[in-house]
């Protein structure tokens, strides 16, 4: 079976400083990894996938994520943080090949914006 | 394309009573999902399809029913609401599973039950 672990249920950090959201996966197969973030009252939005191509991922609004299979881990990072920036995050996961059975998600990061 | 829509935004049931959260998307994506999202916890899957006429339980299905009569269409029904059930509701669809194709959430309903 498969699990996500958010290392940290909030991060607080200044506007301009960089960000890091840590994901630790369990998988059977080969995984596909996924971050979504969720603004106040929102649905969620992707930001980045990782699907057994390049471990190093850029995706939208300045963020990336590396996959680094040794140590099972998706952690997220952005170089220098923005006021919009504040949301909750969810690292997700889903086992290639296994199926149609949706997505396992952490329990999420919630992101604090000092200005 | 609208994308994947949600109906009602907000609801308030009182306890034993029912009712249909509506989902629809415009993508013709073949697999639909239907999450719930508790305060402090990731969402957790309730029901999936793979397609019209076809749909499983996911890891919390107790409670709930769906139908997918459509590609489009995915509701799902609360018979006998219970405080449990308090949670906020997220439909969303992909093209196909897993394997890298994102998953299109749509906007969520919130639901109470007292």
């Known amino acids: 079976a498969q699990s996500v672990t958010q290392l940290d249920s909030h991060v607080s950090v200044s506007e301009g400083t960089p960000v890091l959201l840590r994901c630790n996966y369990s998988?059977?197969?080969?995984?596909?990894l996924f971050w979504y973030v969720q603004h106040p009252n929102k649905g969620l939005q992707l930001l980045l996938k990782?699907?057994?191509?390049?471990?190093l991922v850029k995706g939208i609004n300045g963020f990336e994520a590396e996959f680094k299979k040794s140590e099972t881990s998706f952690h997220l990072t952005k170089p220098s943080a923005h006021m919009s920036d504040a949301a909750e995050y969810f690292c997700?996961?889903?086992?290639?090949?296994?199926?149609?059975?949706?997505?396992?998600f952490g329990k999420g990061t919630h992101l604090i914006i000092q200005p | 394309n609208a994308g994947v829509t949600q109906t009602p935004k907000f609801r308030i049931l009182k306890i034993g009573q029912s009712m249909t959260l509506q989902c629809t998307q415009d993508?013709?994506?073949?697999?639909m999902y239907w999450y719930r999202q508790d305060p402090g916890m990731g969402l957790k899957l309730i029901y999936y399809?793979?397609?019209?006429?076809?749909?499983d339980k996911g890891e919390v299905p107790n409670g709930y029913n769906v139908s997918r009569s459509t590609t489009e269409d995915f509701p799902l029904r609360l018979e006998l609401a219970a405080p449990s059930q308090t949670s906020v509701y997220f439909c969303?669809?992909?093209?196909?599973?897993?394997?890298?194709?994102?998953?299109?959430f749509g906007p969520g309903t919130r639901l109470t039950v007292t």
């Open positions: 969303a669809s992909s093209y196909l599973p897993g394997d890298g194709y994102e998953q299109y």
């Open positions: 998988s059977s197969y080969s995984p596909s």
């Open positions: 990782y699907t057994s191509a390049a471990t």
């Open positions: 997700a996961v889903s086992e290639s090949g296994g199926g149609a059975d949706g997505l396992t």
């Open positions: 993508m013709n994506h073949n697999y």
């Open positions: 399809s793979v397609g019209a006429g076809i749909t």
